[in-house]
């Protein structure tokens, strides 16, 4: 099968258009819309939907795309290896949990930046589930998860510990147990988050249930609605020293086996030579 028309393909899947497609892989519509119908053709099946310019994909496109993405990184993989080359070059994908990304990456992706200029790096965030699961699809080259975490086709490697503490508005007076926020409304990401997993699980330990979950998808929000009142969060102590908020928010130390949690960095097993991705887990190490 062409690579290029799977590059197409793939740009098609993600962009939801020909023209969108067409300016992402500097060809022309005209050309794009052929490769597609060939592509199409020569499997028998349609890949999209189409919706006037816009255009769905299907499930048997759905099947193709995970296929796309694993023969373009084998792909990339063995040109890299054919060439001998060690250095750090091309696309490094790099998953993180939103805090994760915040409080700890700036720095590291900066100083990488200015070492390893030839790595086109695109970062991706997320719950730790989702990293996994994007992992798993070859659709990230590594991505930063919270522990603990076993997968046969994944390796993984510890780069930090975080300390989560919980955060709730600074009139809320002492907090000895879950027992005293069973009034309150839980602030969290959405389900596959490991830090909510461990925050429900310190209210089911406890036999205690909070008044009620509200799903956020970023952590500023969350931060801002703990500040207002709104109700309690669990977030890694890193990210409120970064943001100083300790006038708006009160933060509460947490039961040792609910705080302390590594983060992970995971690679897929099979994809041995990455050069890039190497070179970032040294950094990490740092």
């Not at 983060?263 to 994809?271: A, D, F, H, P, S």
Request: proline share 3%.
């Amino acid at each position: 099968m062409d690579l290029s028309v799977l590059r197409i393909f793939k740009a098609v899947a993600e962009e939801g258009s020909v023209t969108k497609a067409a300016a992402r892989t500097h060809r022309v519509q005209s050309n794009v819309s052929s490769r597609l119908a060939q592509l199409e053709q020569s499997l028998g099946v349609p890949l999209f939907h189409r919706s006037g310019r816009n255009l769905v994909i299907t499930v048997e496109g759905s099947k193709l795309l995970e296929y796309t993405d694993r023969l373009l990184q084998l792909a990339d993989e063995a040109q890299t290896a054919v060439r001998g080359s060690d250095k750090p070059a091309g696309k490094l994908r790099i998953g993180a949990m939103e805090t994760t990304a915040a409080a700890r990456l700036p720095r590291v992706l900066a100083a990488f930046h200015r070492q390893y200029p030839d790595v086109d790096l695109l970062l991706d965030t997320g719950t730790t589930d989702y990293m996994v699961q994007e992992v798993l699809n070859h659709r990230l080259d590594i991505a930063l998860i919270a522990a603990p975490f076993f997968h046969a086709d994944i390796l993984q490697a510890k780069v930090f510990e975080e300390e989560l503490v919980l955060l709730t508005d600074h009139a809320h007076g002492t907090l000895a147990s879950a027992h005293d926020l069973q009034k309150k409304t839980l602030l969290v990401f959405k389900t596959g988050c490991s830090y909510r997993r461990r925050l429900e699980r310190w209210f089911a330990d406890a036999g205690c249930t909070p008044l009620r979950t509200l799903e956020f998808g970023t952590f500023e929000a969350i931060l801002g609605c703990v500040a207002a009142g709104m109700g309690v969060a669990l977030m890694p102590r890193a990210v409120m020293q970064q943001r100083g908020l300790g006038g708006s928010i009160q933060i509460h130390a947490m039961p040792a086996d609910i705080a302390k949690v590594e983060t992970l960095i995971i690679w897929r097993k099979e994809v041995t030579h990455h050069p890039a991705r190497r070179a970032f887990a040294a950094a990490l190490a740092l």
